[in-house]
C-alpha cells in the first residue's frame, strides 16, 4: 500500500527515583525481547528517565534514532511530571503502559508499585491535557505488554498518517444530497488539512491531460486487472486519462502533507461533460491506499483512509441501501446462517469497491444514469458481488454544530448472489435493524458507510477514542438496550 506511512516505534523505561531503576531498565529489556519474538520491531532507548533532563535525553535518543511513536514503560511507579513530559514533546502518537509484578518471591525489593503509579500518570495527563493512548488495560507482564505494543502499531499508524493528510475535494455536492453534508471545521481539530475545489477545476485540468505520453502504460495496468471483465474497452484511455489527472493534482497539491485522499462529485454533469463515469478509477486507487469517495463525501474519504491505515489493505465506501428480498433470505441465508431476516441488509455503489475485494468484477455501464443518459456516457463502473468474508462497517462524521461522532459495526458479506447490479453484497451484522433504528437513524447518520475487510472494530474504537469522538456507537447485543429503545416492544 502507498500513501500510508510505515510507523518505527521507540521506547523509553521511567523510573521514580525512591525506586530501583534497575527495575524499570530489566522490566524493559524484558519487554523489548517479548515484542521481537513475537514479530515488533521496536528500539530500545537505553536512558530511563527520572527526571525532566533525563526525559530530554531520552528524547533526543528516539529522536536520533528516527521514532515516529512512543511507548512510555512504568517500570516501576514512575516519575509524574517528567513521563507525561515524554507525551507533550514527542513529535507523534503516544502508549503509556505499566509492569505487572514478577512474582511472589519478590515483593520486597523488587516489588515496582507500577499498578499505582498508571493512576497517577493518567491524572497527570489529564492535568496537563495531554493526549495519550492508554490501552484498555495497560498493566501486564511482558508477553501481554508486547501484544498491546503490537495493537498500539496500527492505531500509531493511523493518527500519524491524519496529522499528515490532505482531503482534497472537487464539488459541489449534488442538489439535495444533504446526507453527505457535514462541516469541516472538525477536521482541523483532528490535523487534517482540506483543499477544496471546484468541479470545473478538475475537467480543465482533465482535458490538460488529454494526449498524455502515459496513458497507453495506464491501460495496459487496466487491461491486466480487469482480464475477461474488460468490458467496455473503447473507455479505458479517457478512465487512464483522469486517473493520471487526479494523481499529478495529488502531487501538486500535497503542499505540506505527506497523505491524500479525494471526496470527488461524480454526477450529473460529470458524466455529459467527462463522457464516462469514475466509479473504476475510484476503485484503483483505493486499492493502492488513496481512497476516492464518491458524492463529495468528505467524512467519508476520511474514514476510508482510516480503514487503511488500519488494515494496510483496500477499502470501500458503499451506500447501506437496500433489505434484502424476504424470498432470498429464504432460499440462501435461512437455516445455513445464524441471522435473523432483519440482520441482513446490501450494501451497494456504483462501481467503486476495487477489483480485489470482488468476487468477478466486470467494466459496465451505469444503470441507474443510463435511465436519463445516453448509456455511452455512463460507462465506466466496476460491477460483481463483493467477496465474502468477514468486515467491519464503519464512519467518522461531524455533527453540524461539529462534534465527531463514529459507528463500528462488525460483520460478514454472506456467499450470496445480489443478482443485482453495481458493486453488491448481502451483509451480515447481528442486531443490525436495532443498530439501523438506534445509531444510524437516531444519531443523523448519512447513508454512505466504510467497508474494511475484516474484523478492525477494536482498533477503530481505539483511534475513534483517541481522535475525541463524543460517541462511538456499536451494534448492541440483544439484551442490551439503546437509550431510546422501547423497553415494552
Known sequence: MTNIPQVKAGI????????PITLSESRRAAVVA???????????????VENEKDALEALE?????????????????????????????FDGPV?????????????????????CGMLNCSYNLKLREIKAYIPEYPVGTPSQLAEKIKDFIPI???????????????GPRPQDFLACNAPIKALYGIDVEIEENSELDLFEAFNNHEGDERIPAVVSDMEKELGVGNLKAEILPKLAQYELTLLDWADAHKGG????????????AFQTQFKFVPCYVNSRLASRGIPVSCEVDIYGALSEYIGACLSMDAVTLLDI?????????????????????TDTFMG???????????????????????????REFTNGTLEGNIAPGDITFFRLQSTADTKLRAYVAEGEVLPVDCLSFGSIGVFAIPEMARFYRHVLIEKNFPHHGAVVFGHYGKLLFEVFKYLGAESVDFNRPAGYRYRTENPFD
Open 156 to 170: 500509531a499508524r493511523t493518527i500519524i498518517a491524519l496529522s499528515n493528510l490532505k482531503i482534497i475535494s472537487f
Open 257 to 268: 502533507r505527506e497523505y491524500v485522499c479525494f471526496a470527488n462529485k461524480c454526477w450529473p
Open 12 to 19: 523509553i523505561a521511567v523510573s521514580r527515583d525512591c525506586f
Open 321 to 341: 441501501n437496500n433489505s434484502v428480498p424476504e424470498d432470498m433470505f429464504e432460499a440462501g441465508i435461512k437455516g445455513k446462517y445464524n441471522y435473523k431476516h
Open 348 to 374: 451497494f455503489h456504483c462501481g467503486n469497491t476495487p477489483s480485489c475485494k470482488l468476487c468477478s468484477g466486470a467494466m459496465k455501464f451505469q444503470k441507474i444514469m443510463a435511465r436519463t443518459l445516453p
Open 95 to 115: 502508549m503509556f503502559i505499566a509492569a505487572a509484578e514478577d512474582s511472589q518471591s519478590d515483593l520486597l525489593d523488587g516489588r515496582g508499585d507500577a499498578y
Open 34 to 48: 517479548a515484542c521481537k519474538a513475537q514479530g515488533t520491531d521496536i528500539y530500545e532507548c537505553p536512558k530511563a
Open 61 to 89: 535518543g528516539v529522536k536520533k534514532a528516527g521514532c515516529n511513536a512512543l511507548v512510555v514503560y512504568l517500570g516501576n511507579f514512575g516519575p509524574e511530571t517528567s513521563e507525561t513530559m515524554l507525551a507533550k514533546y
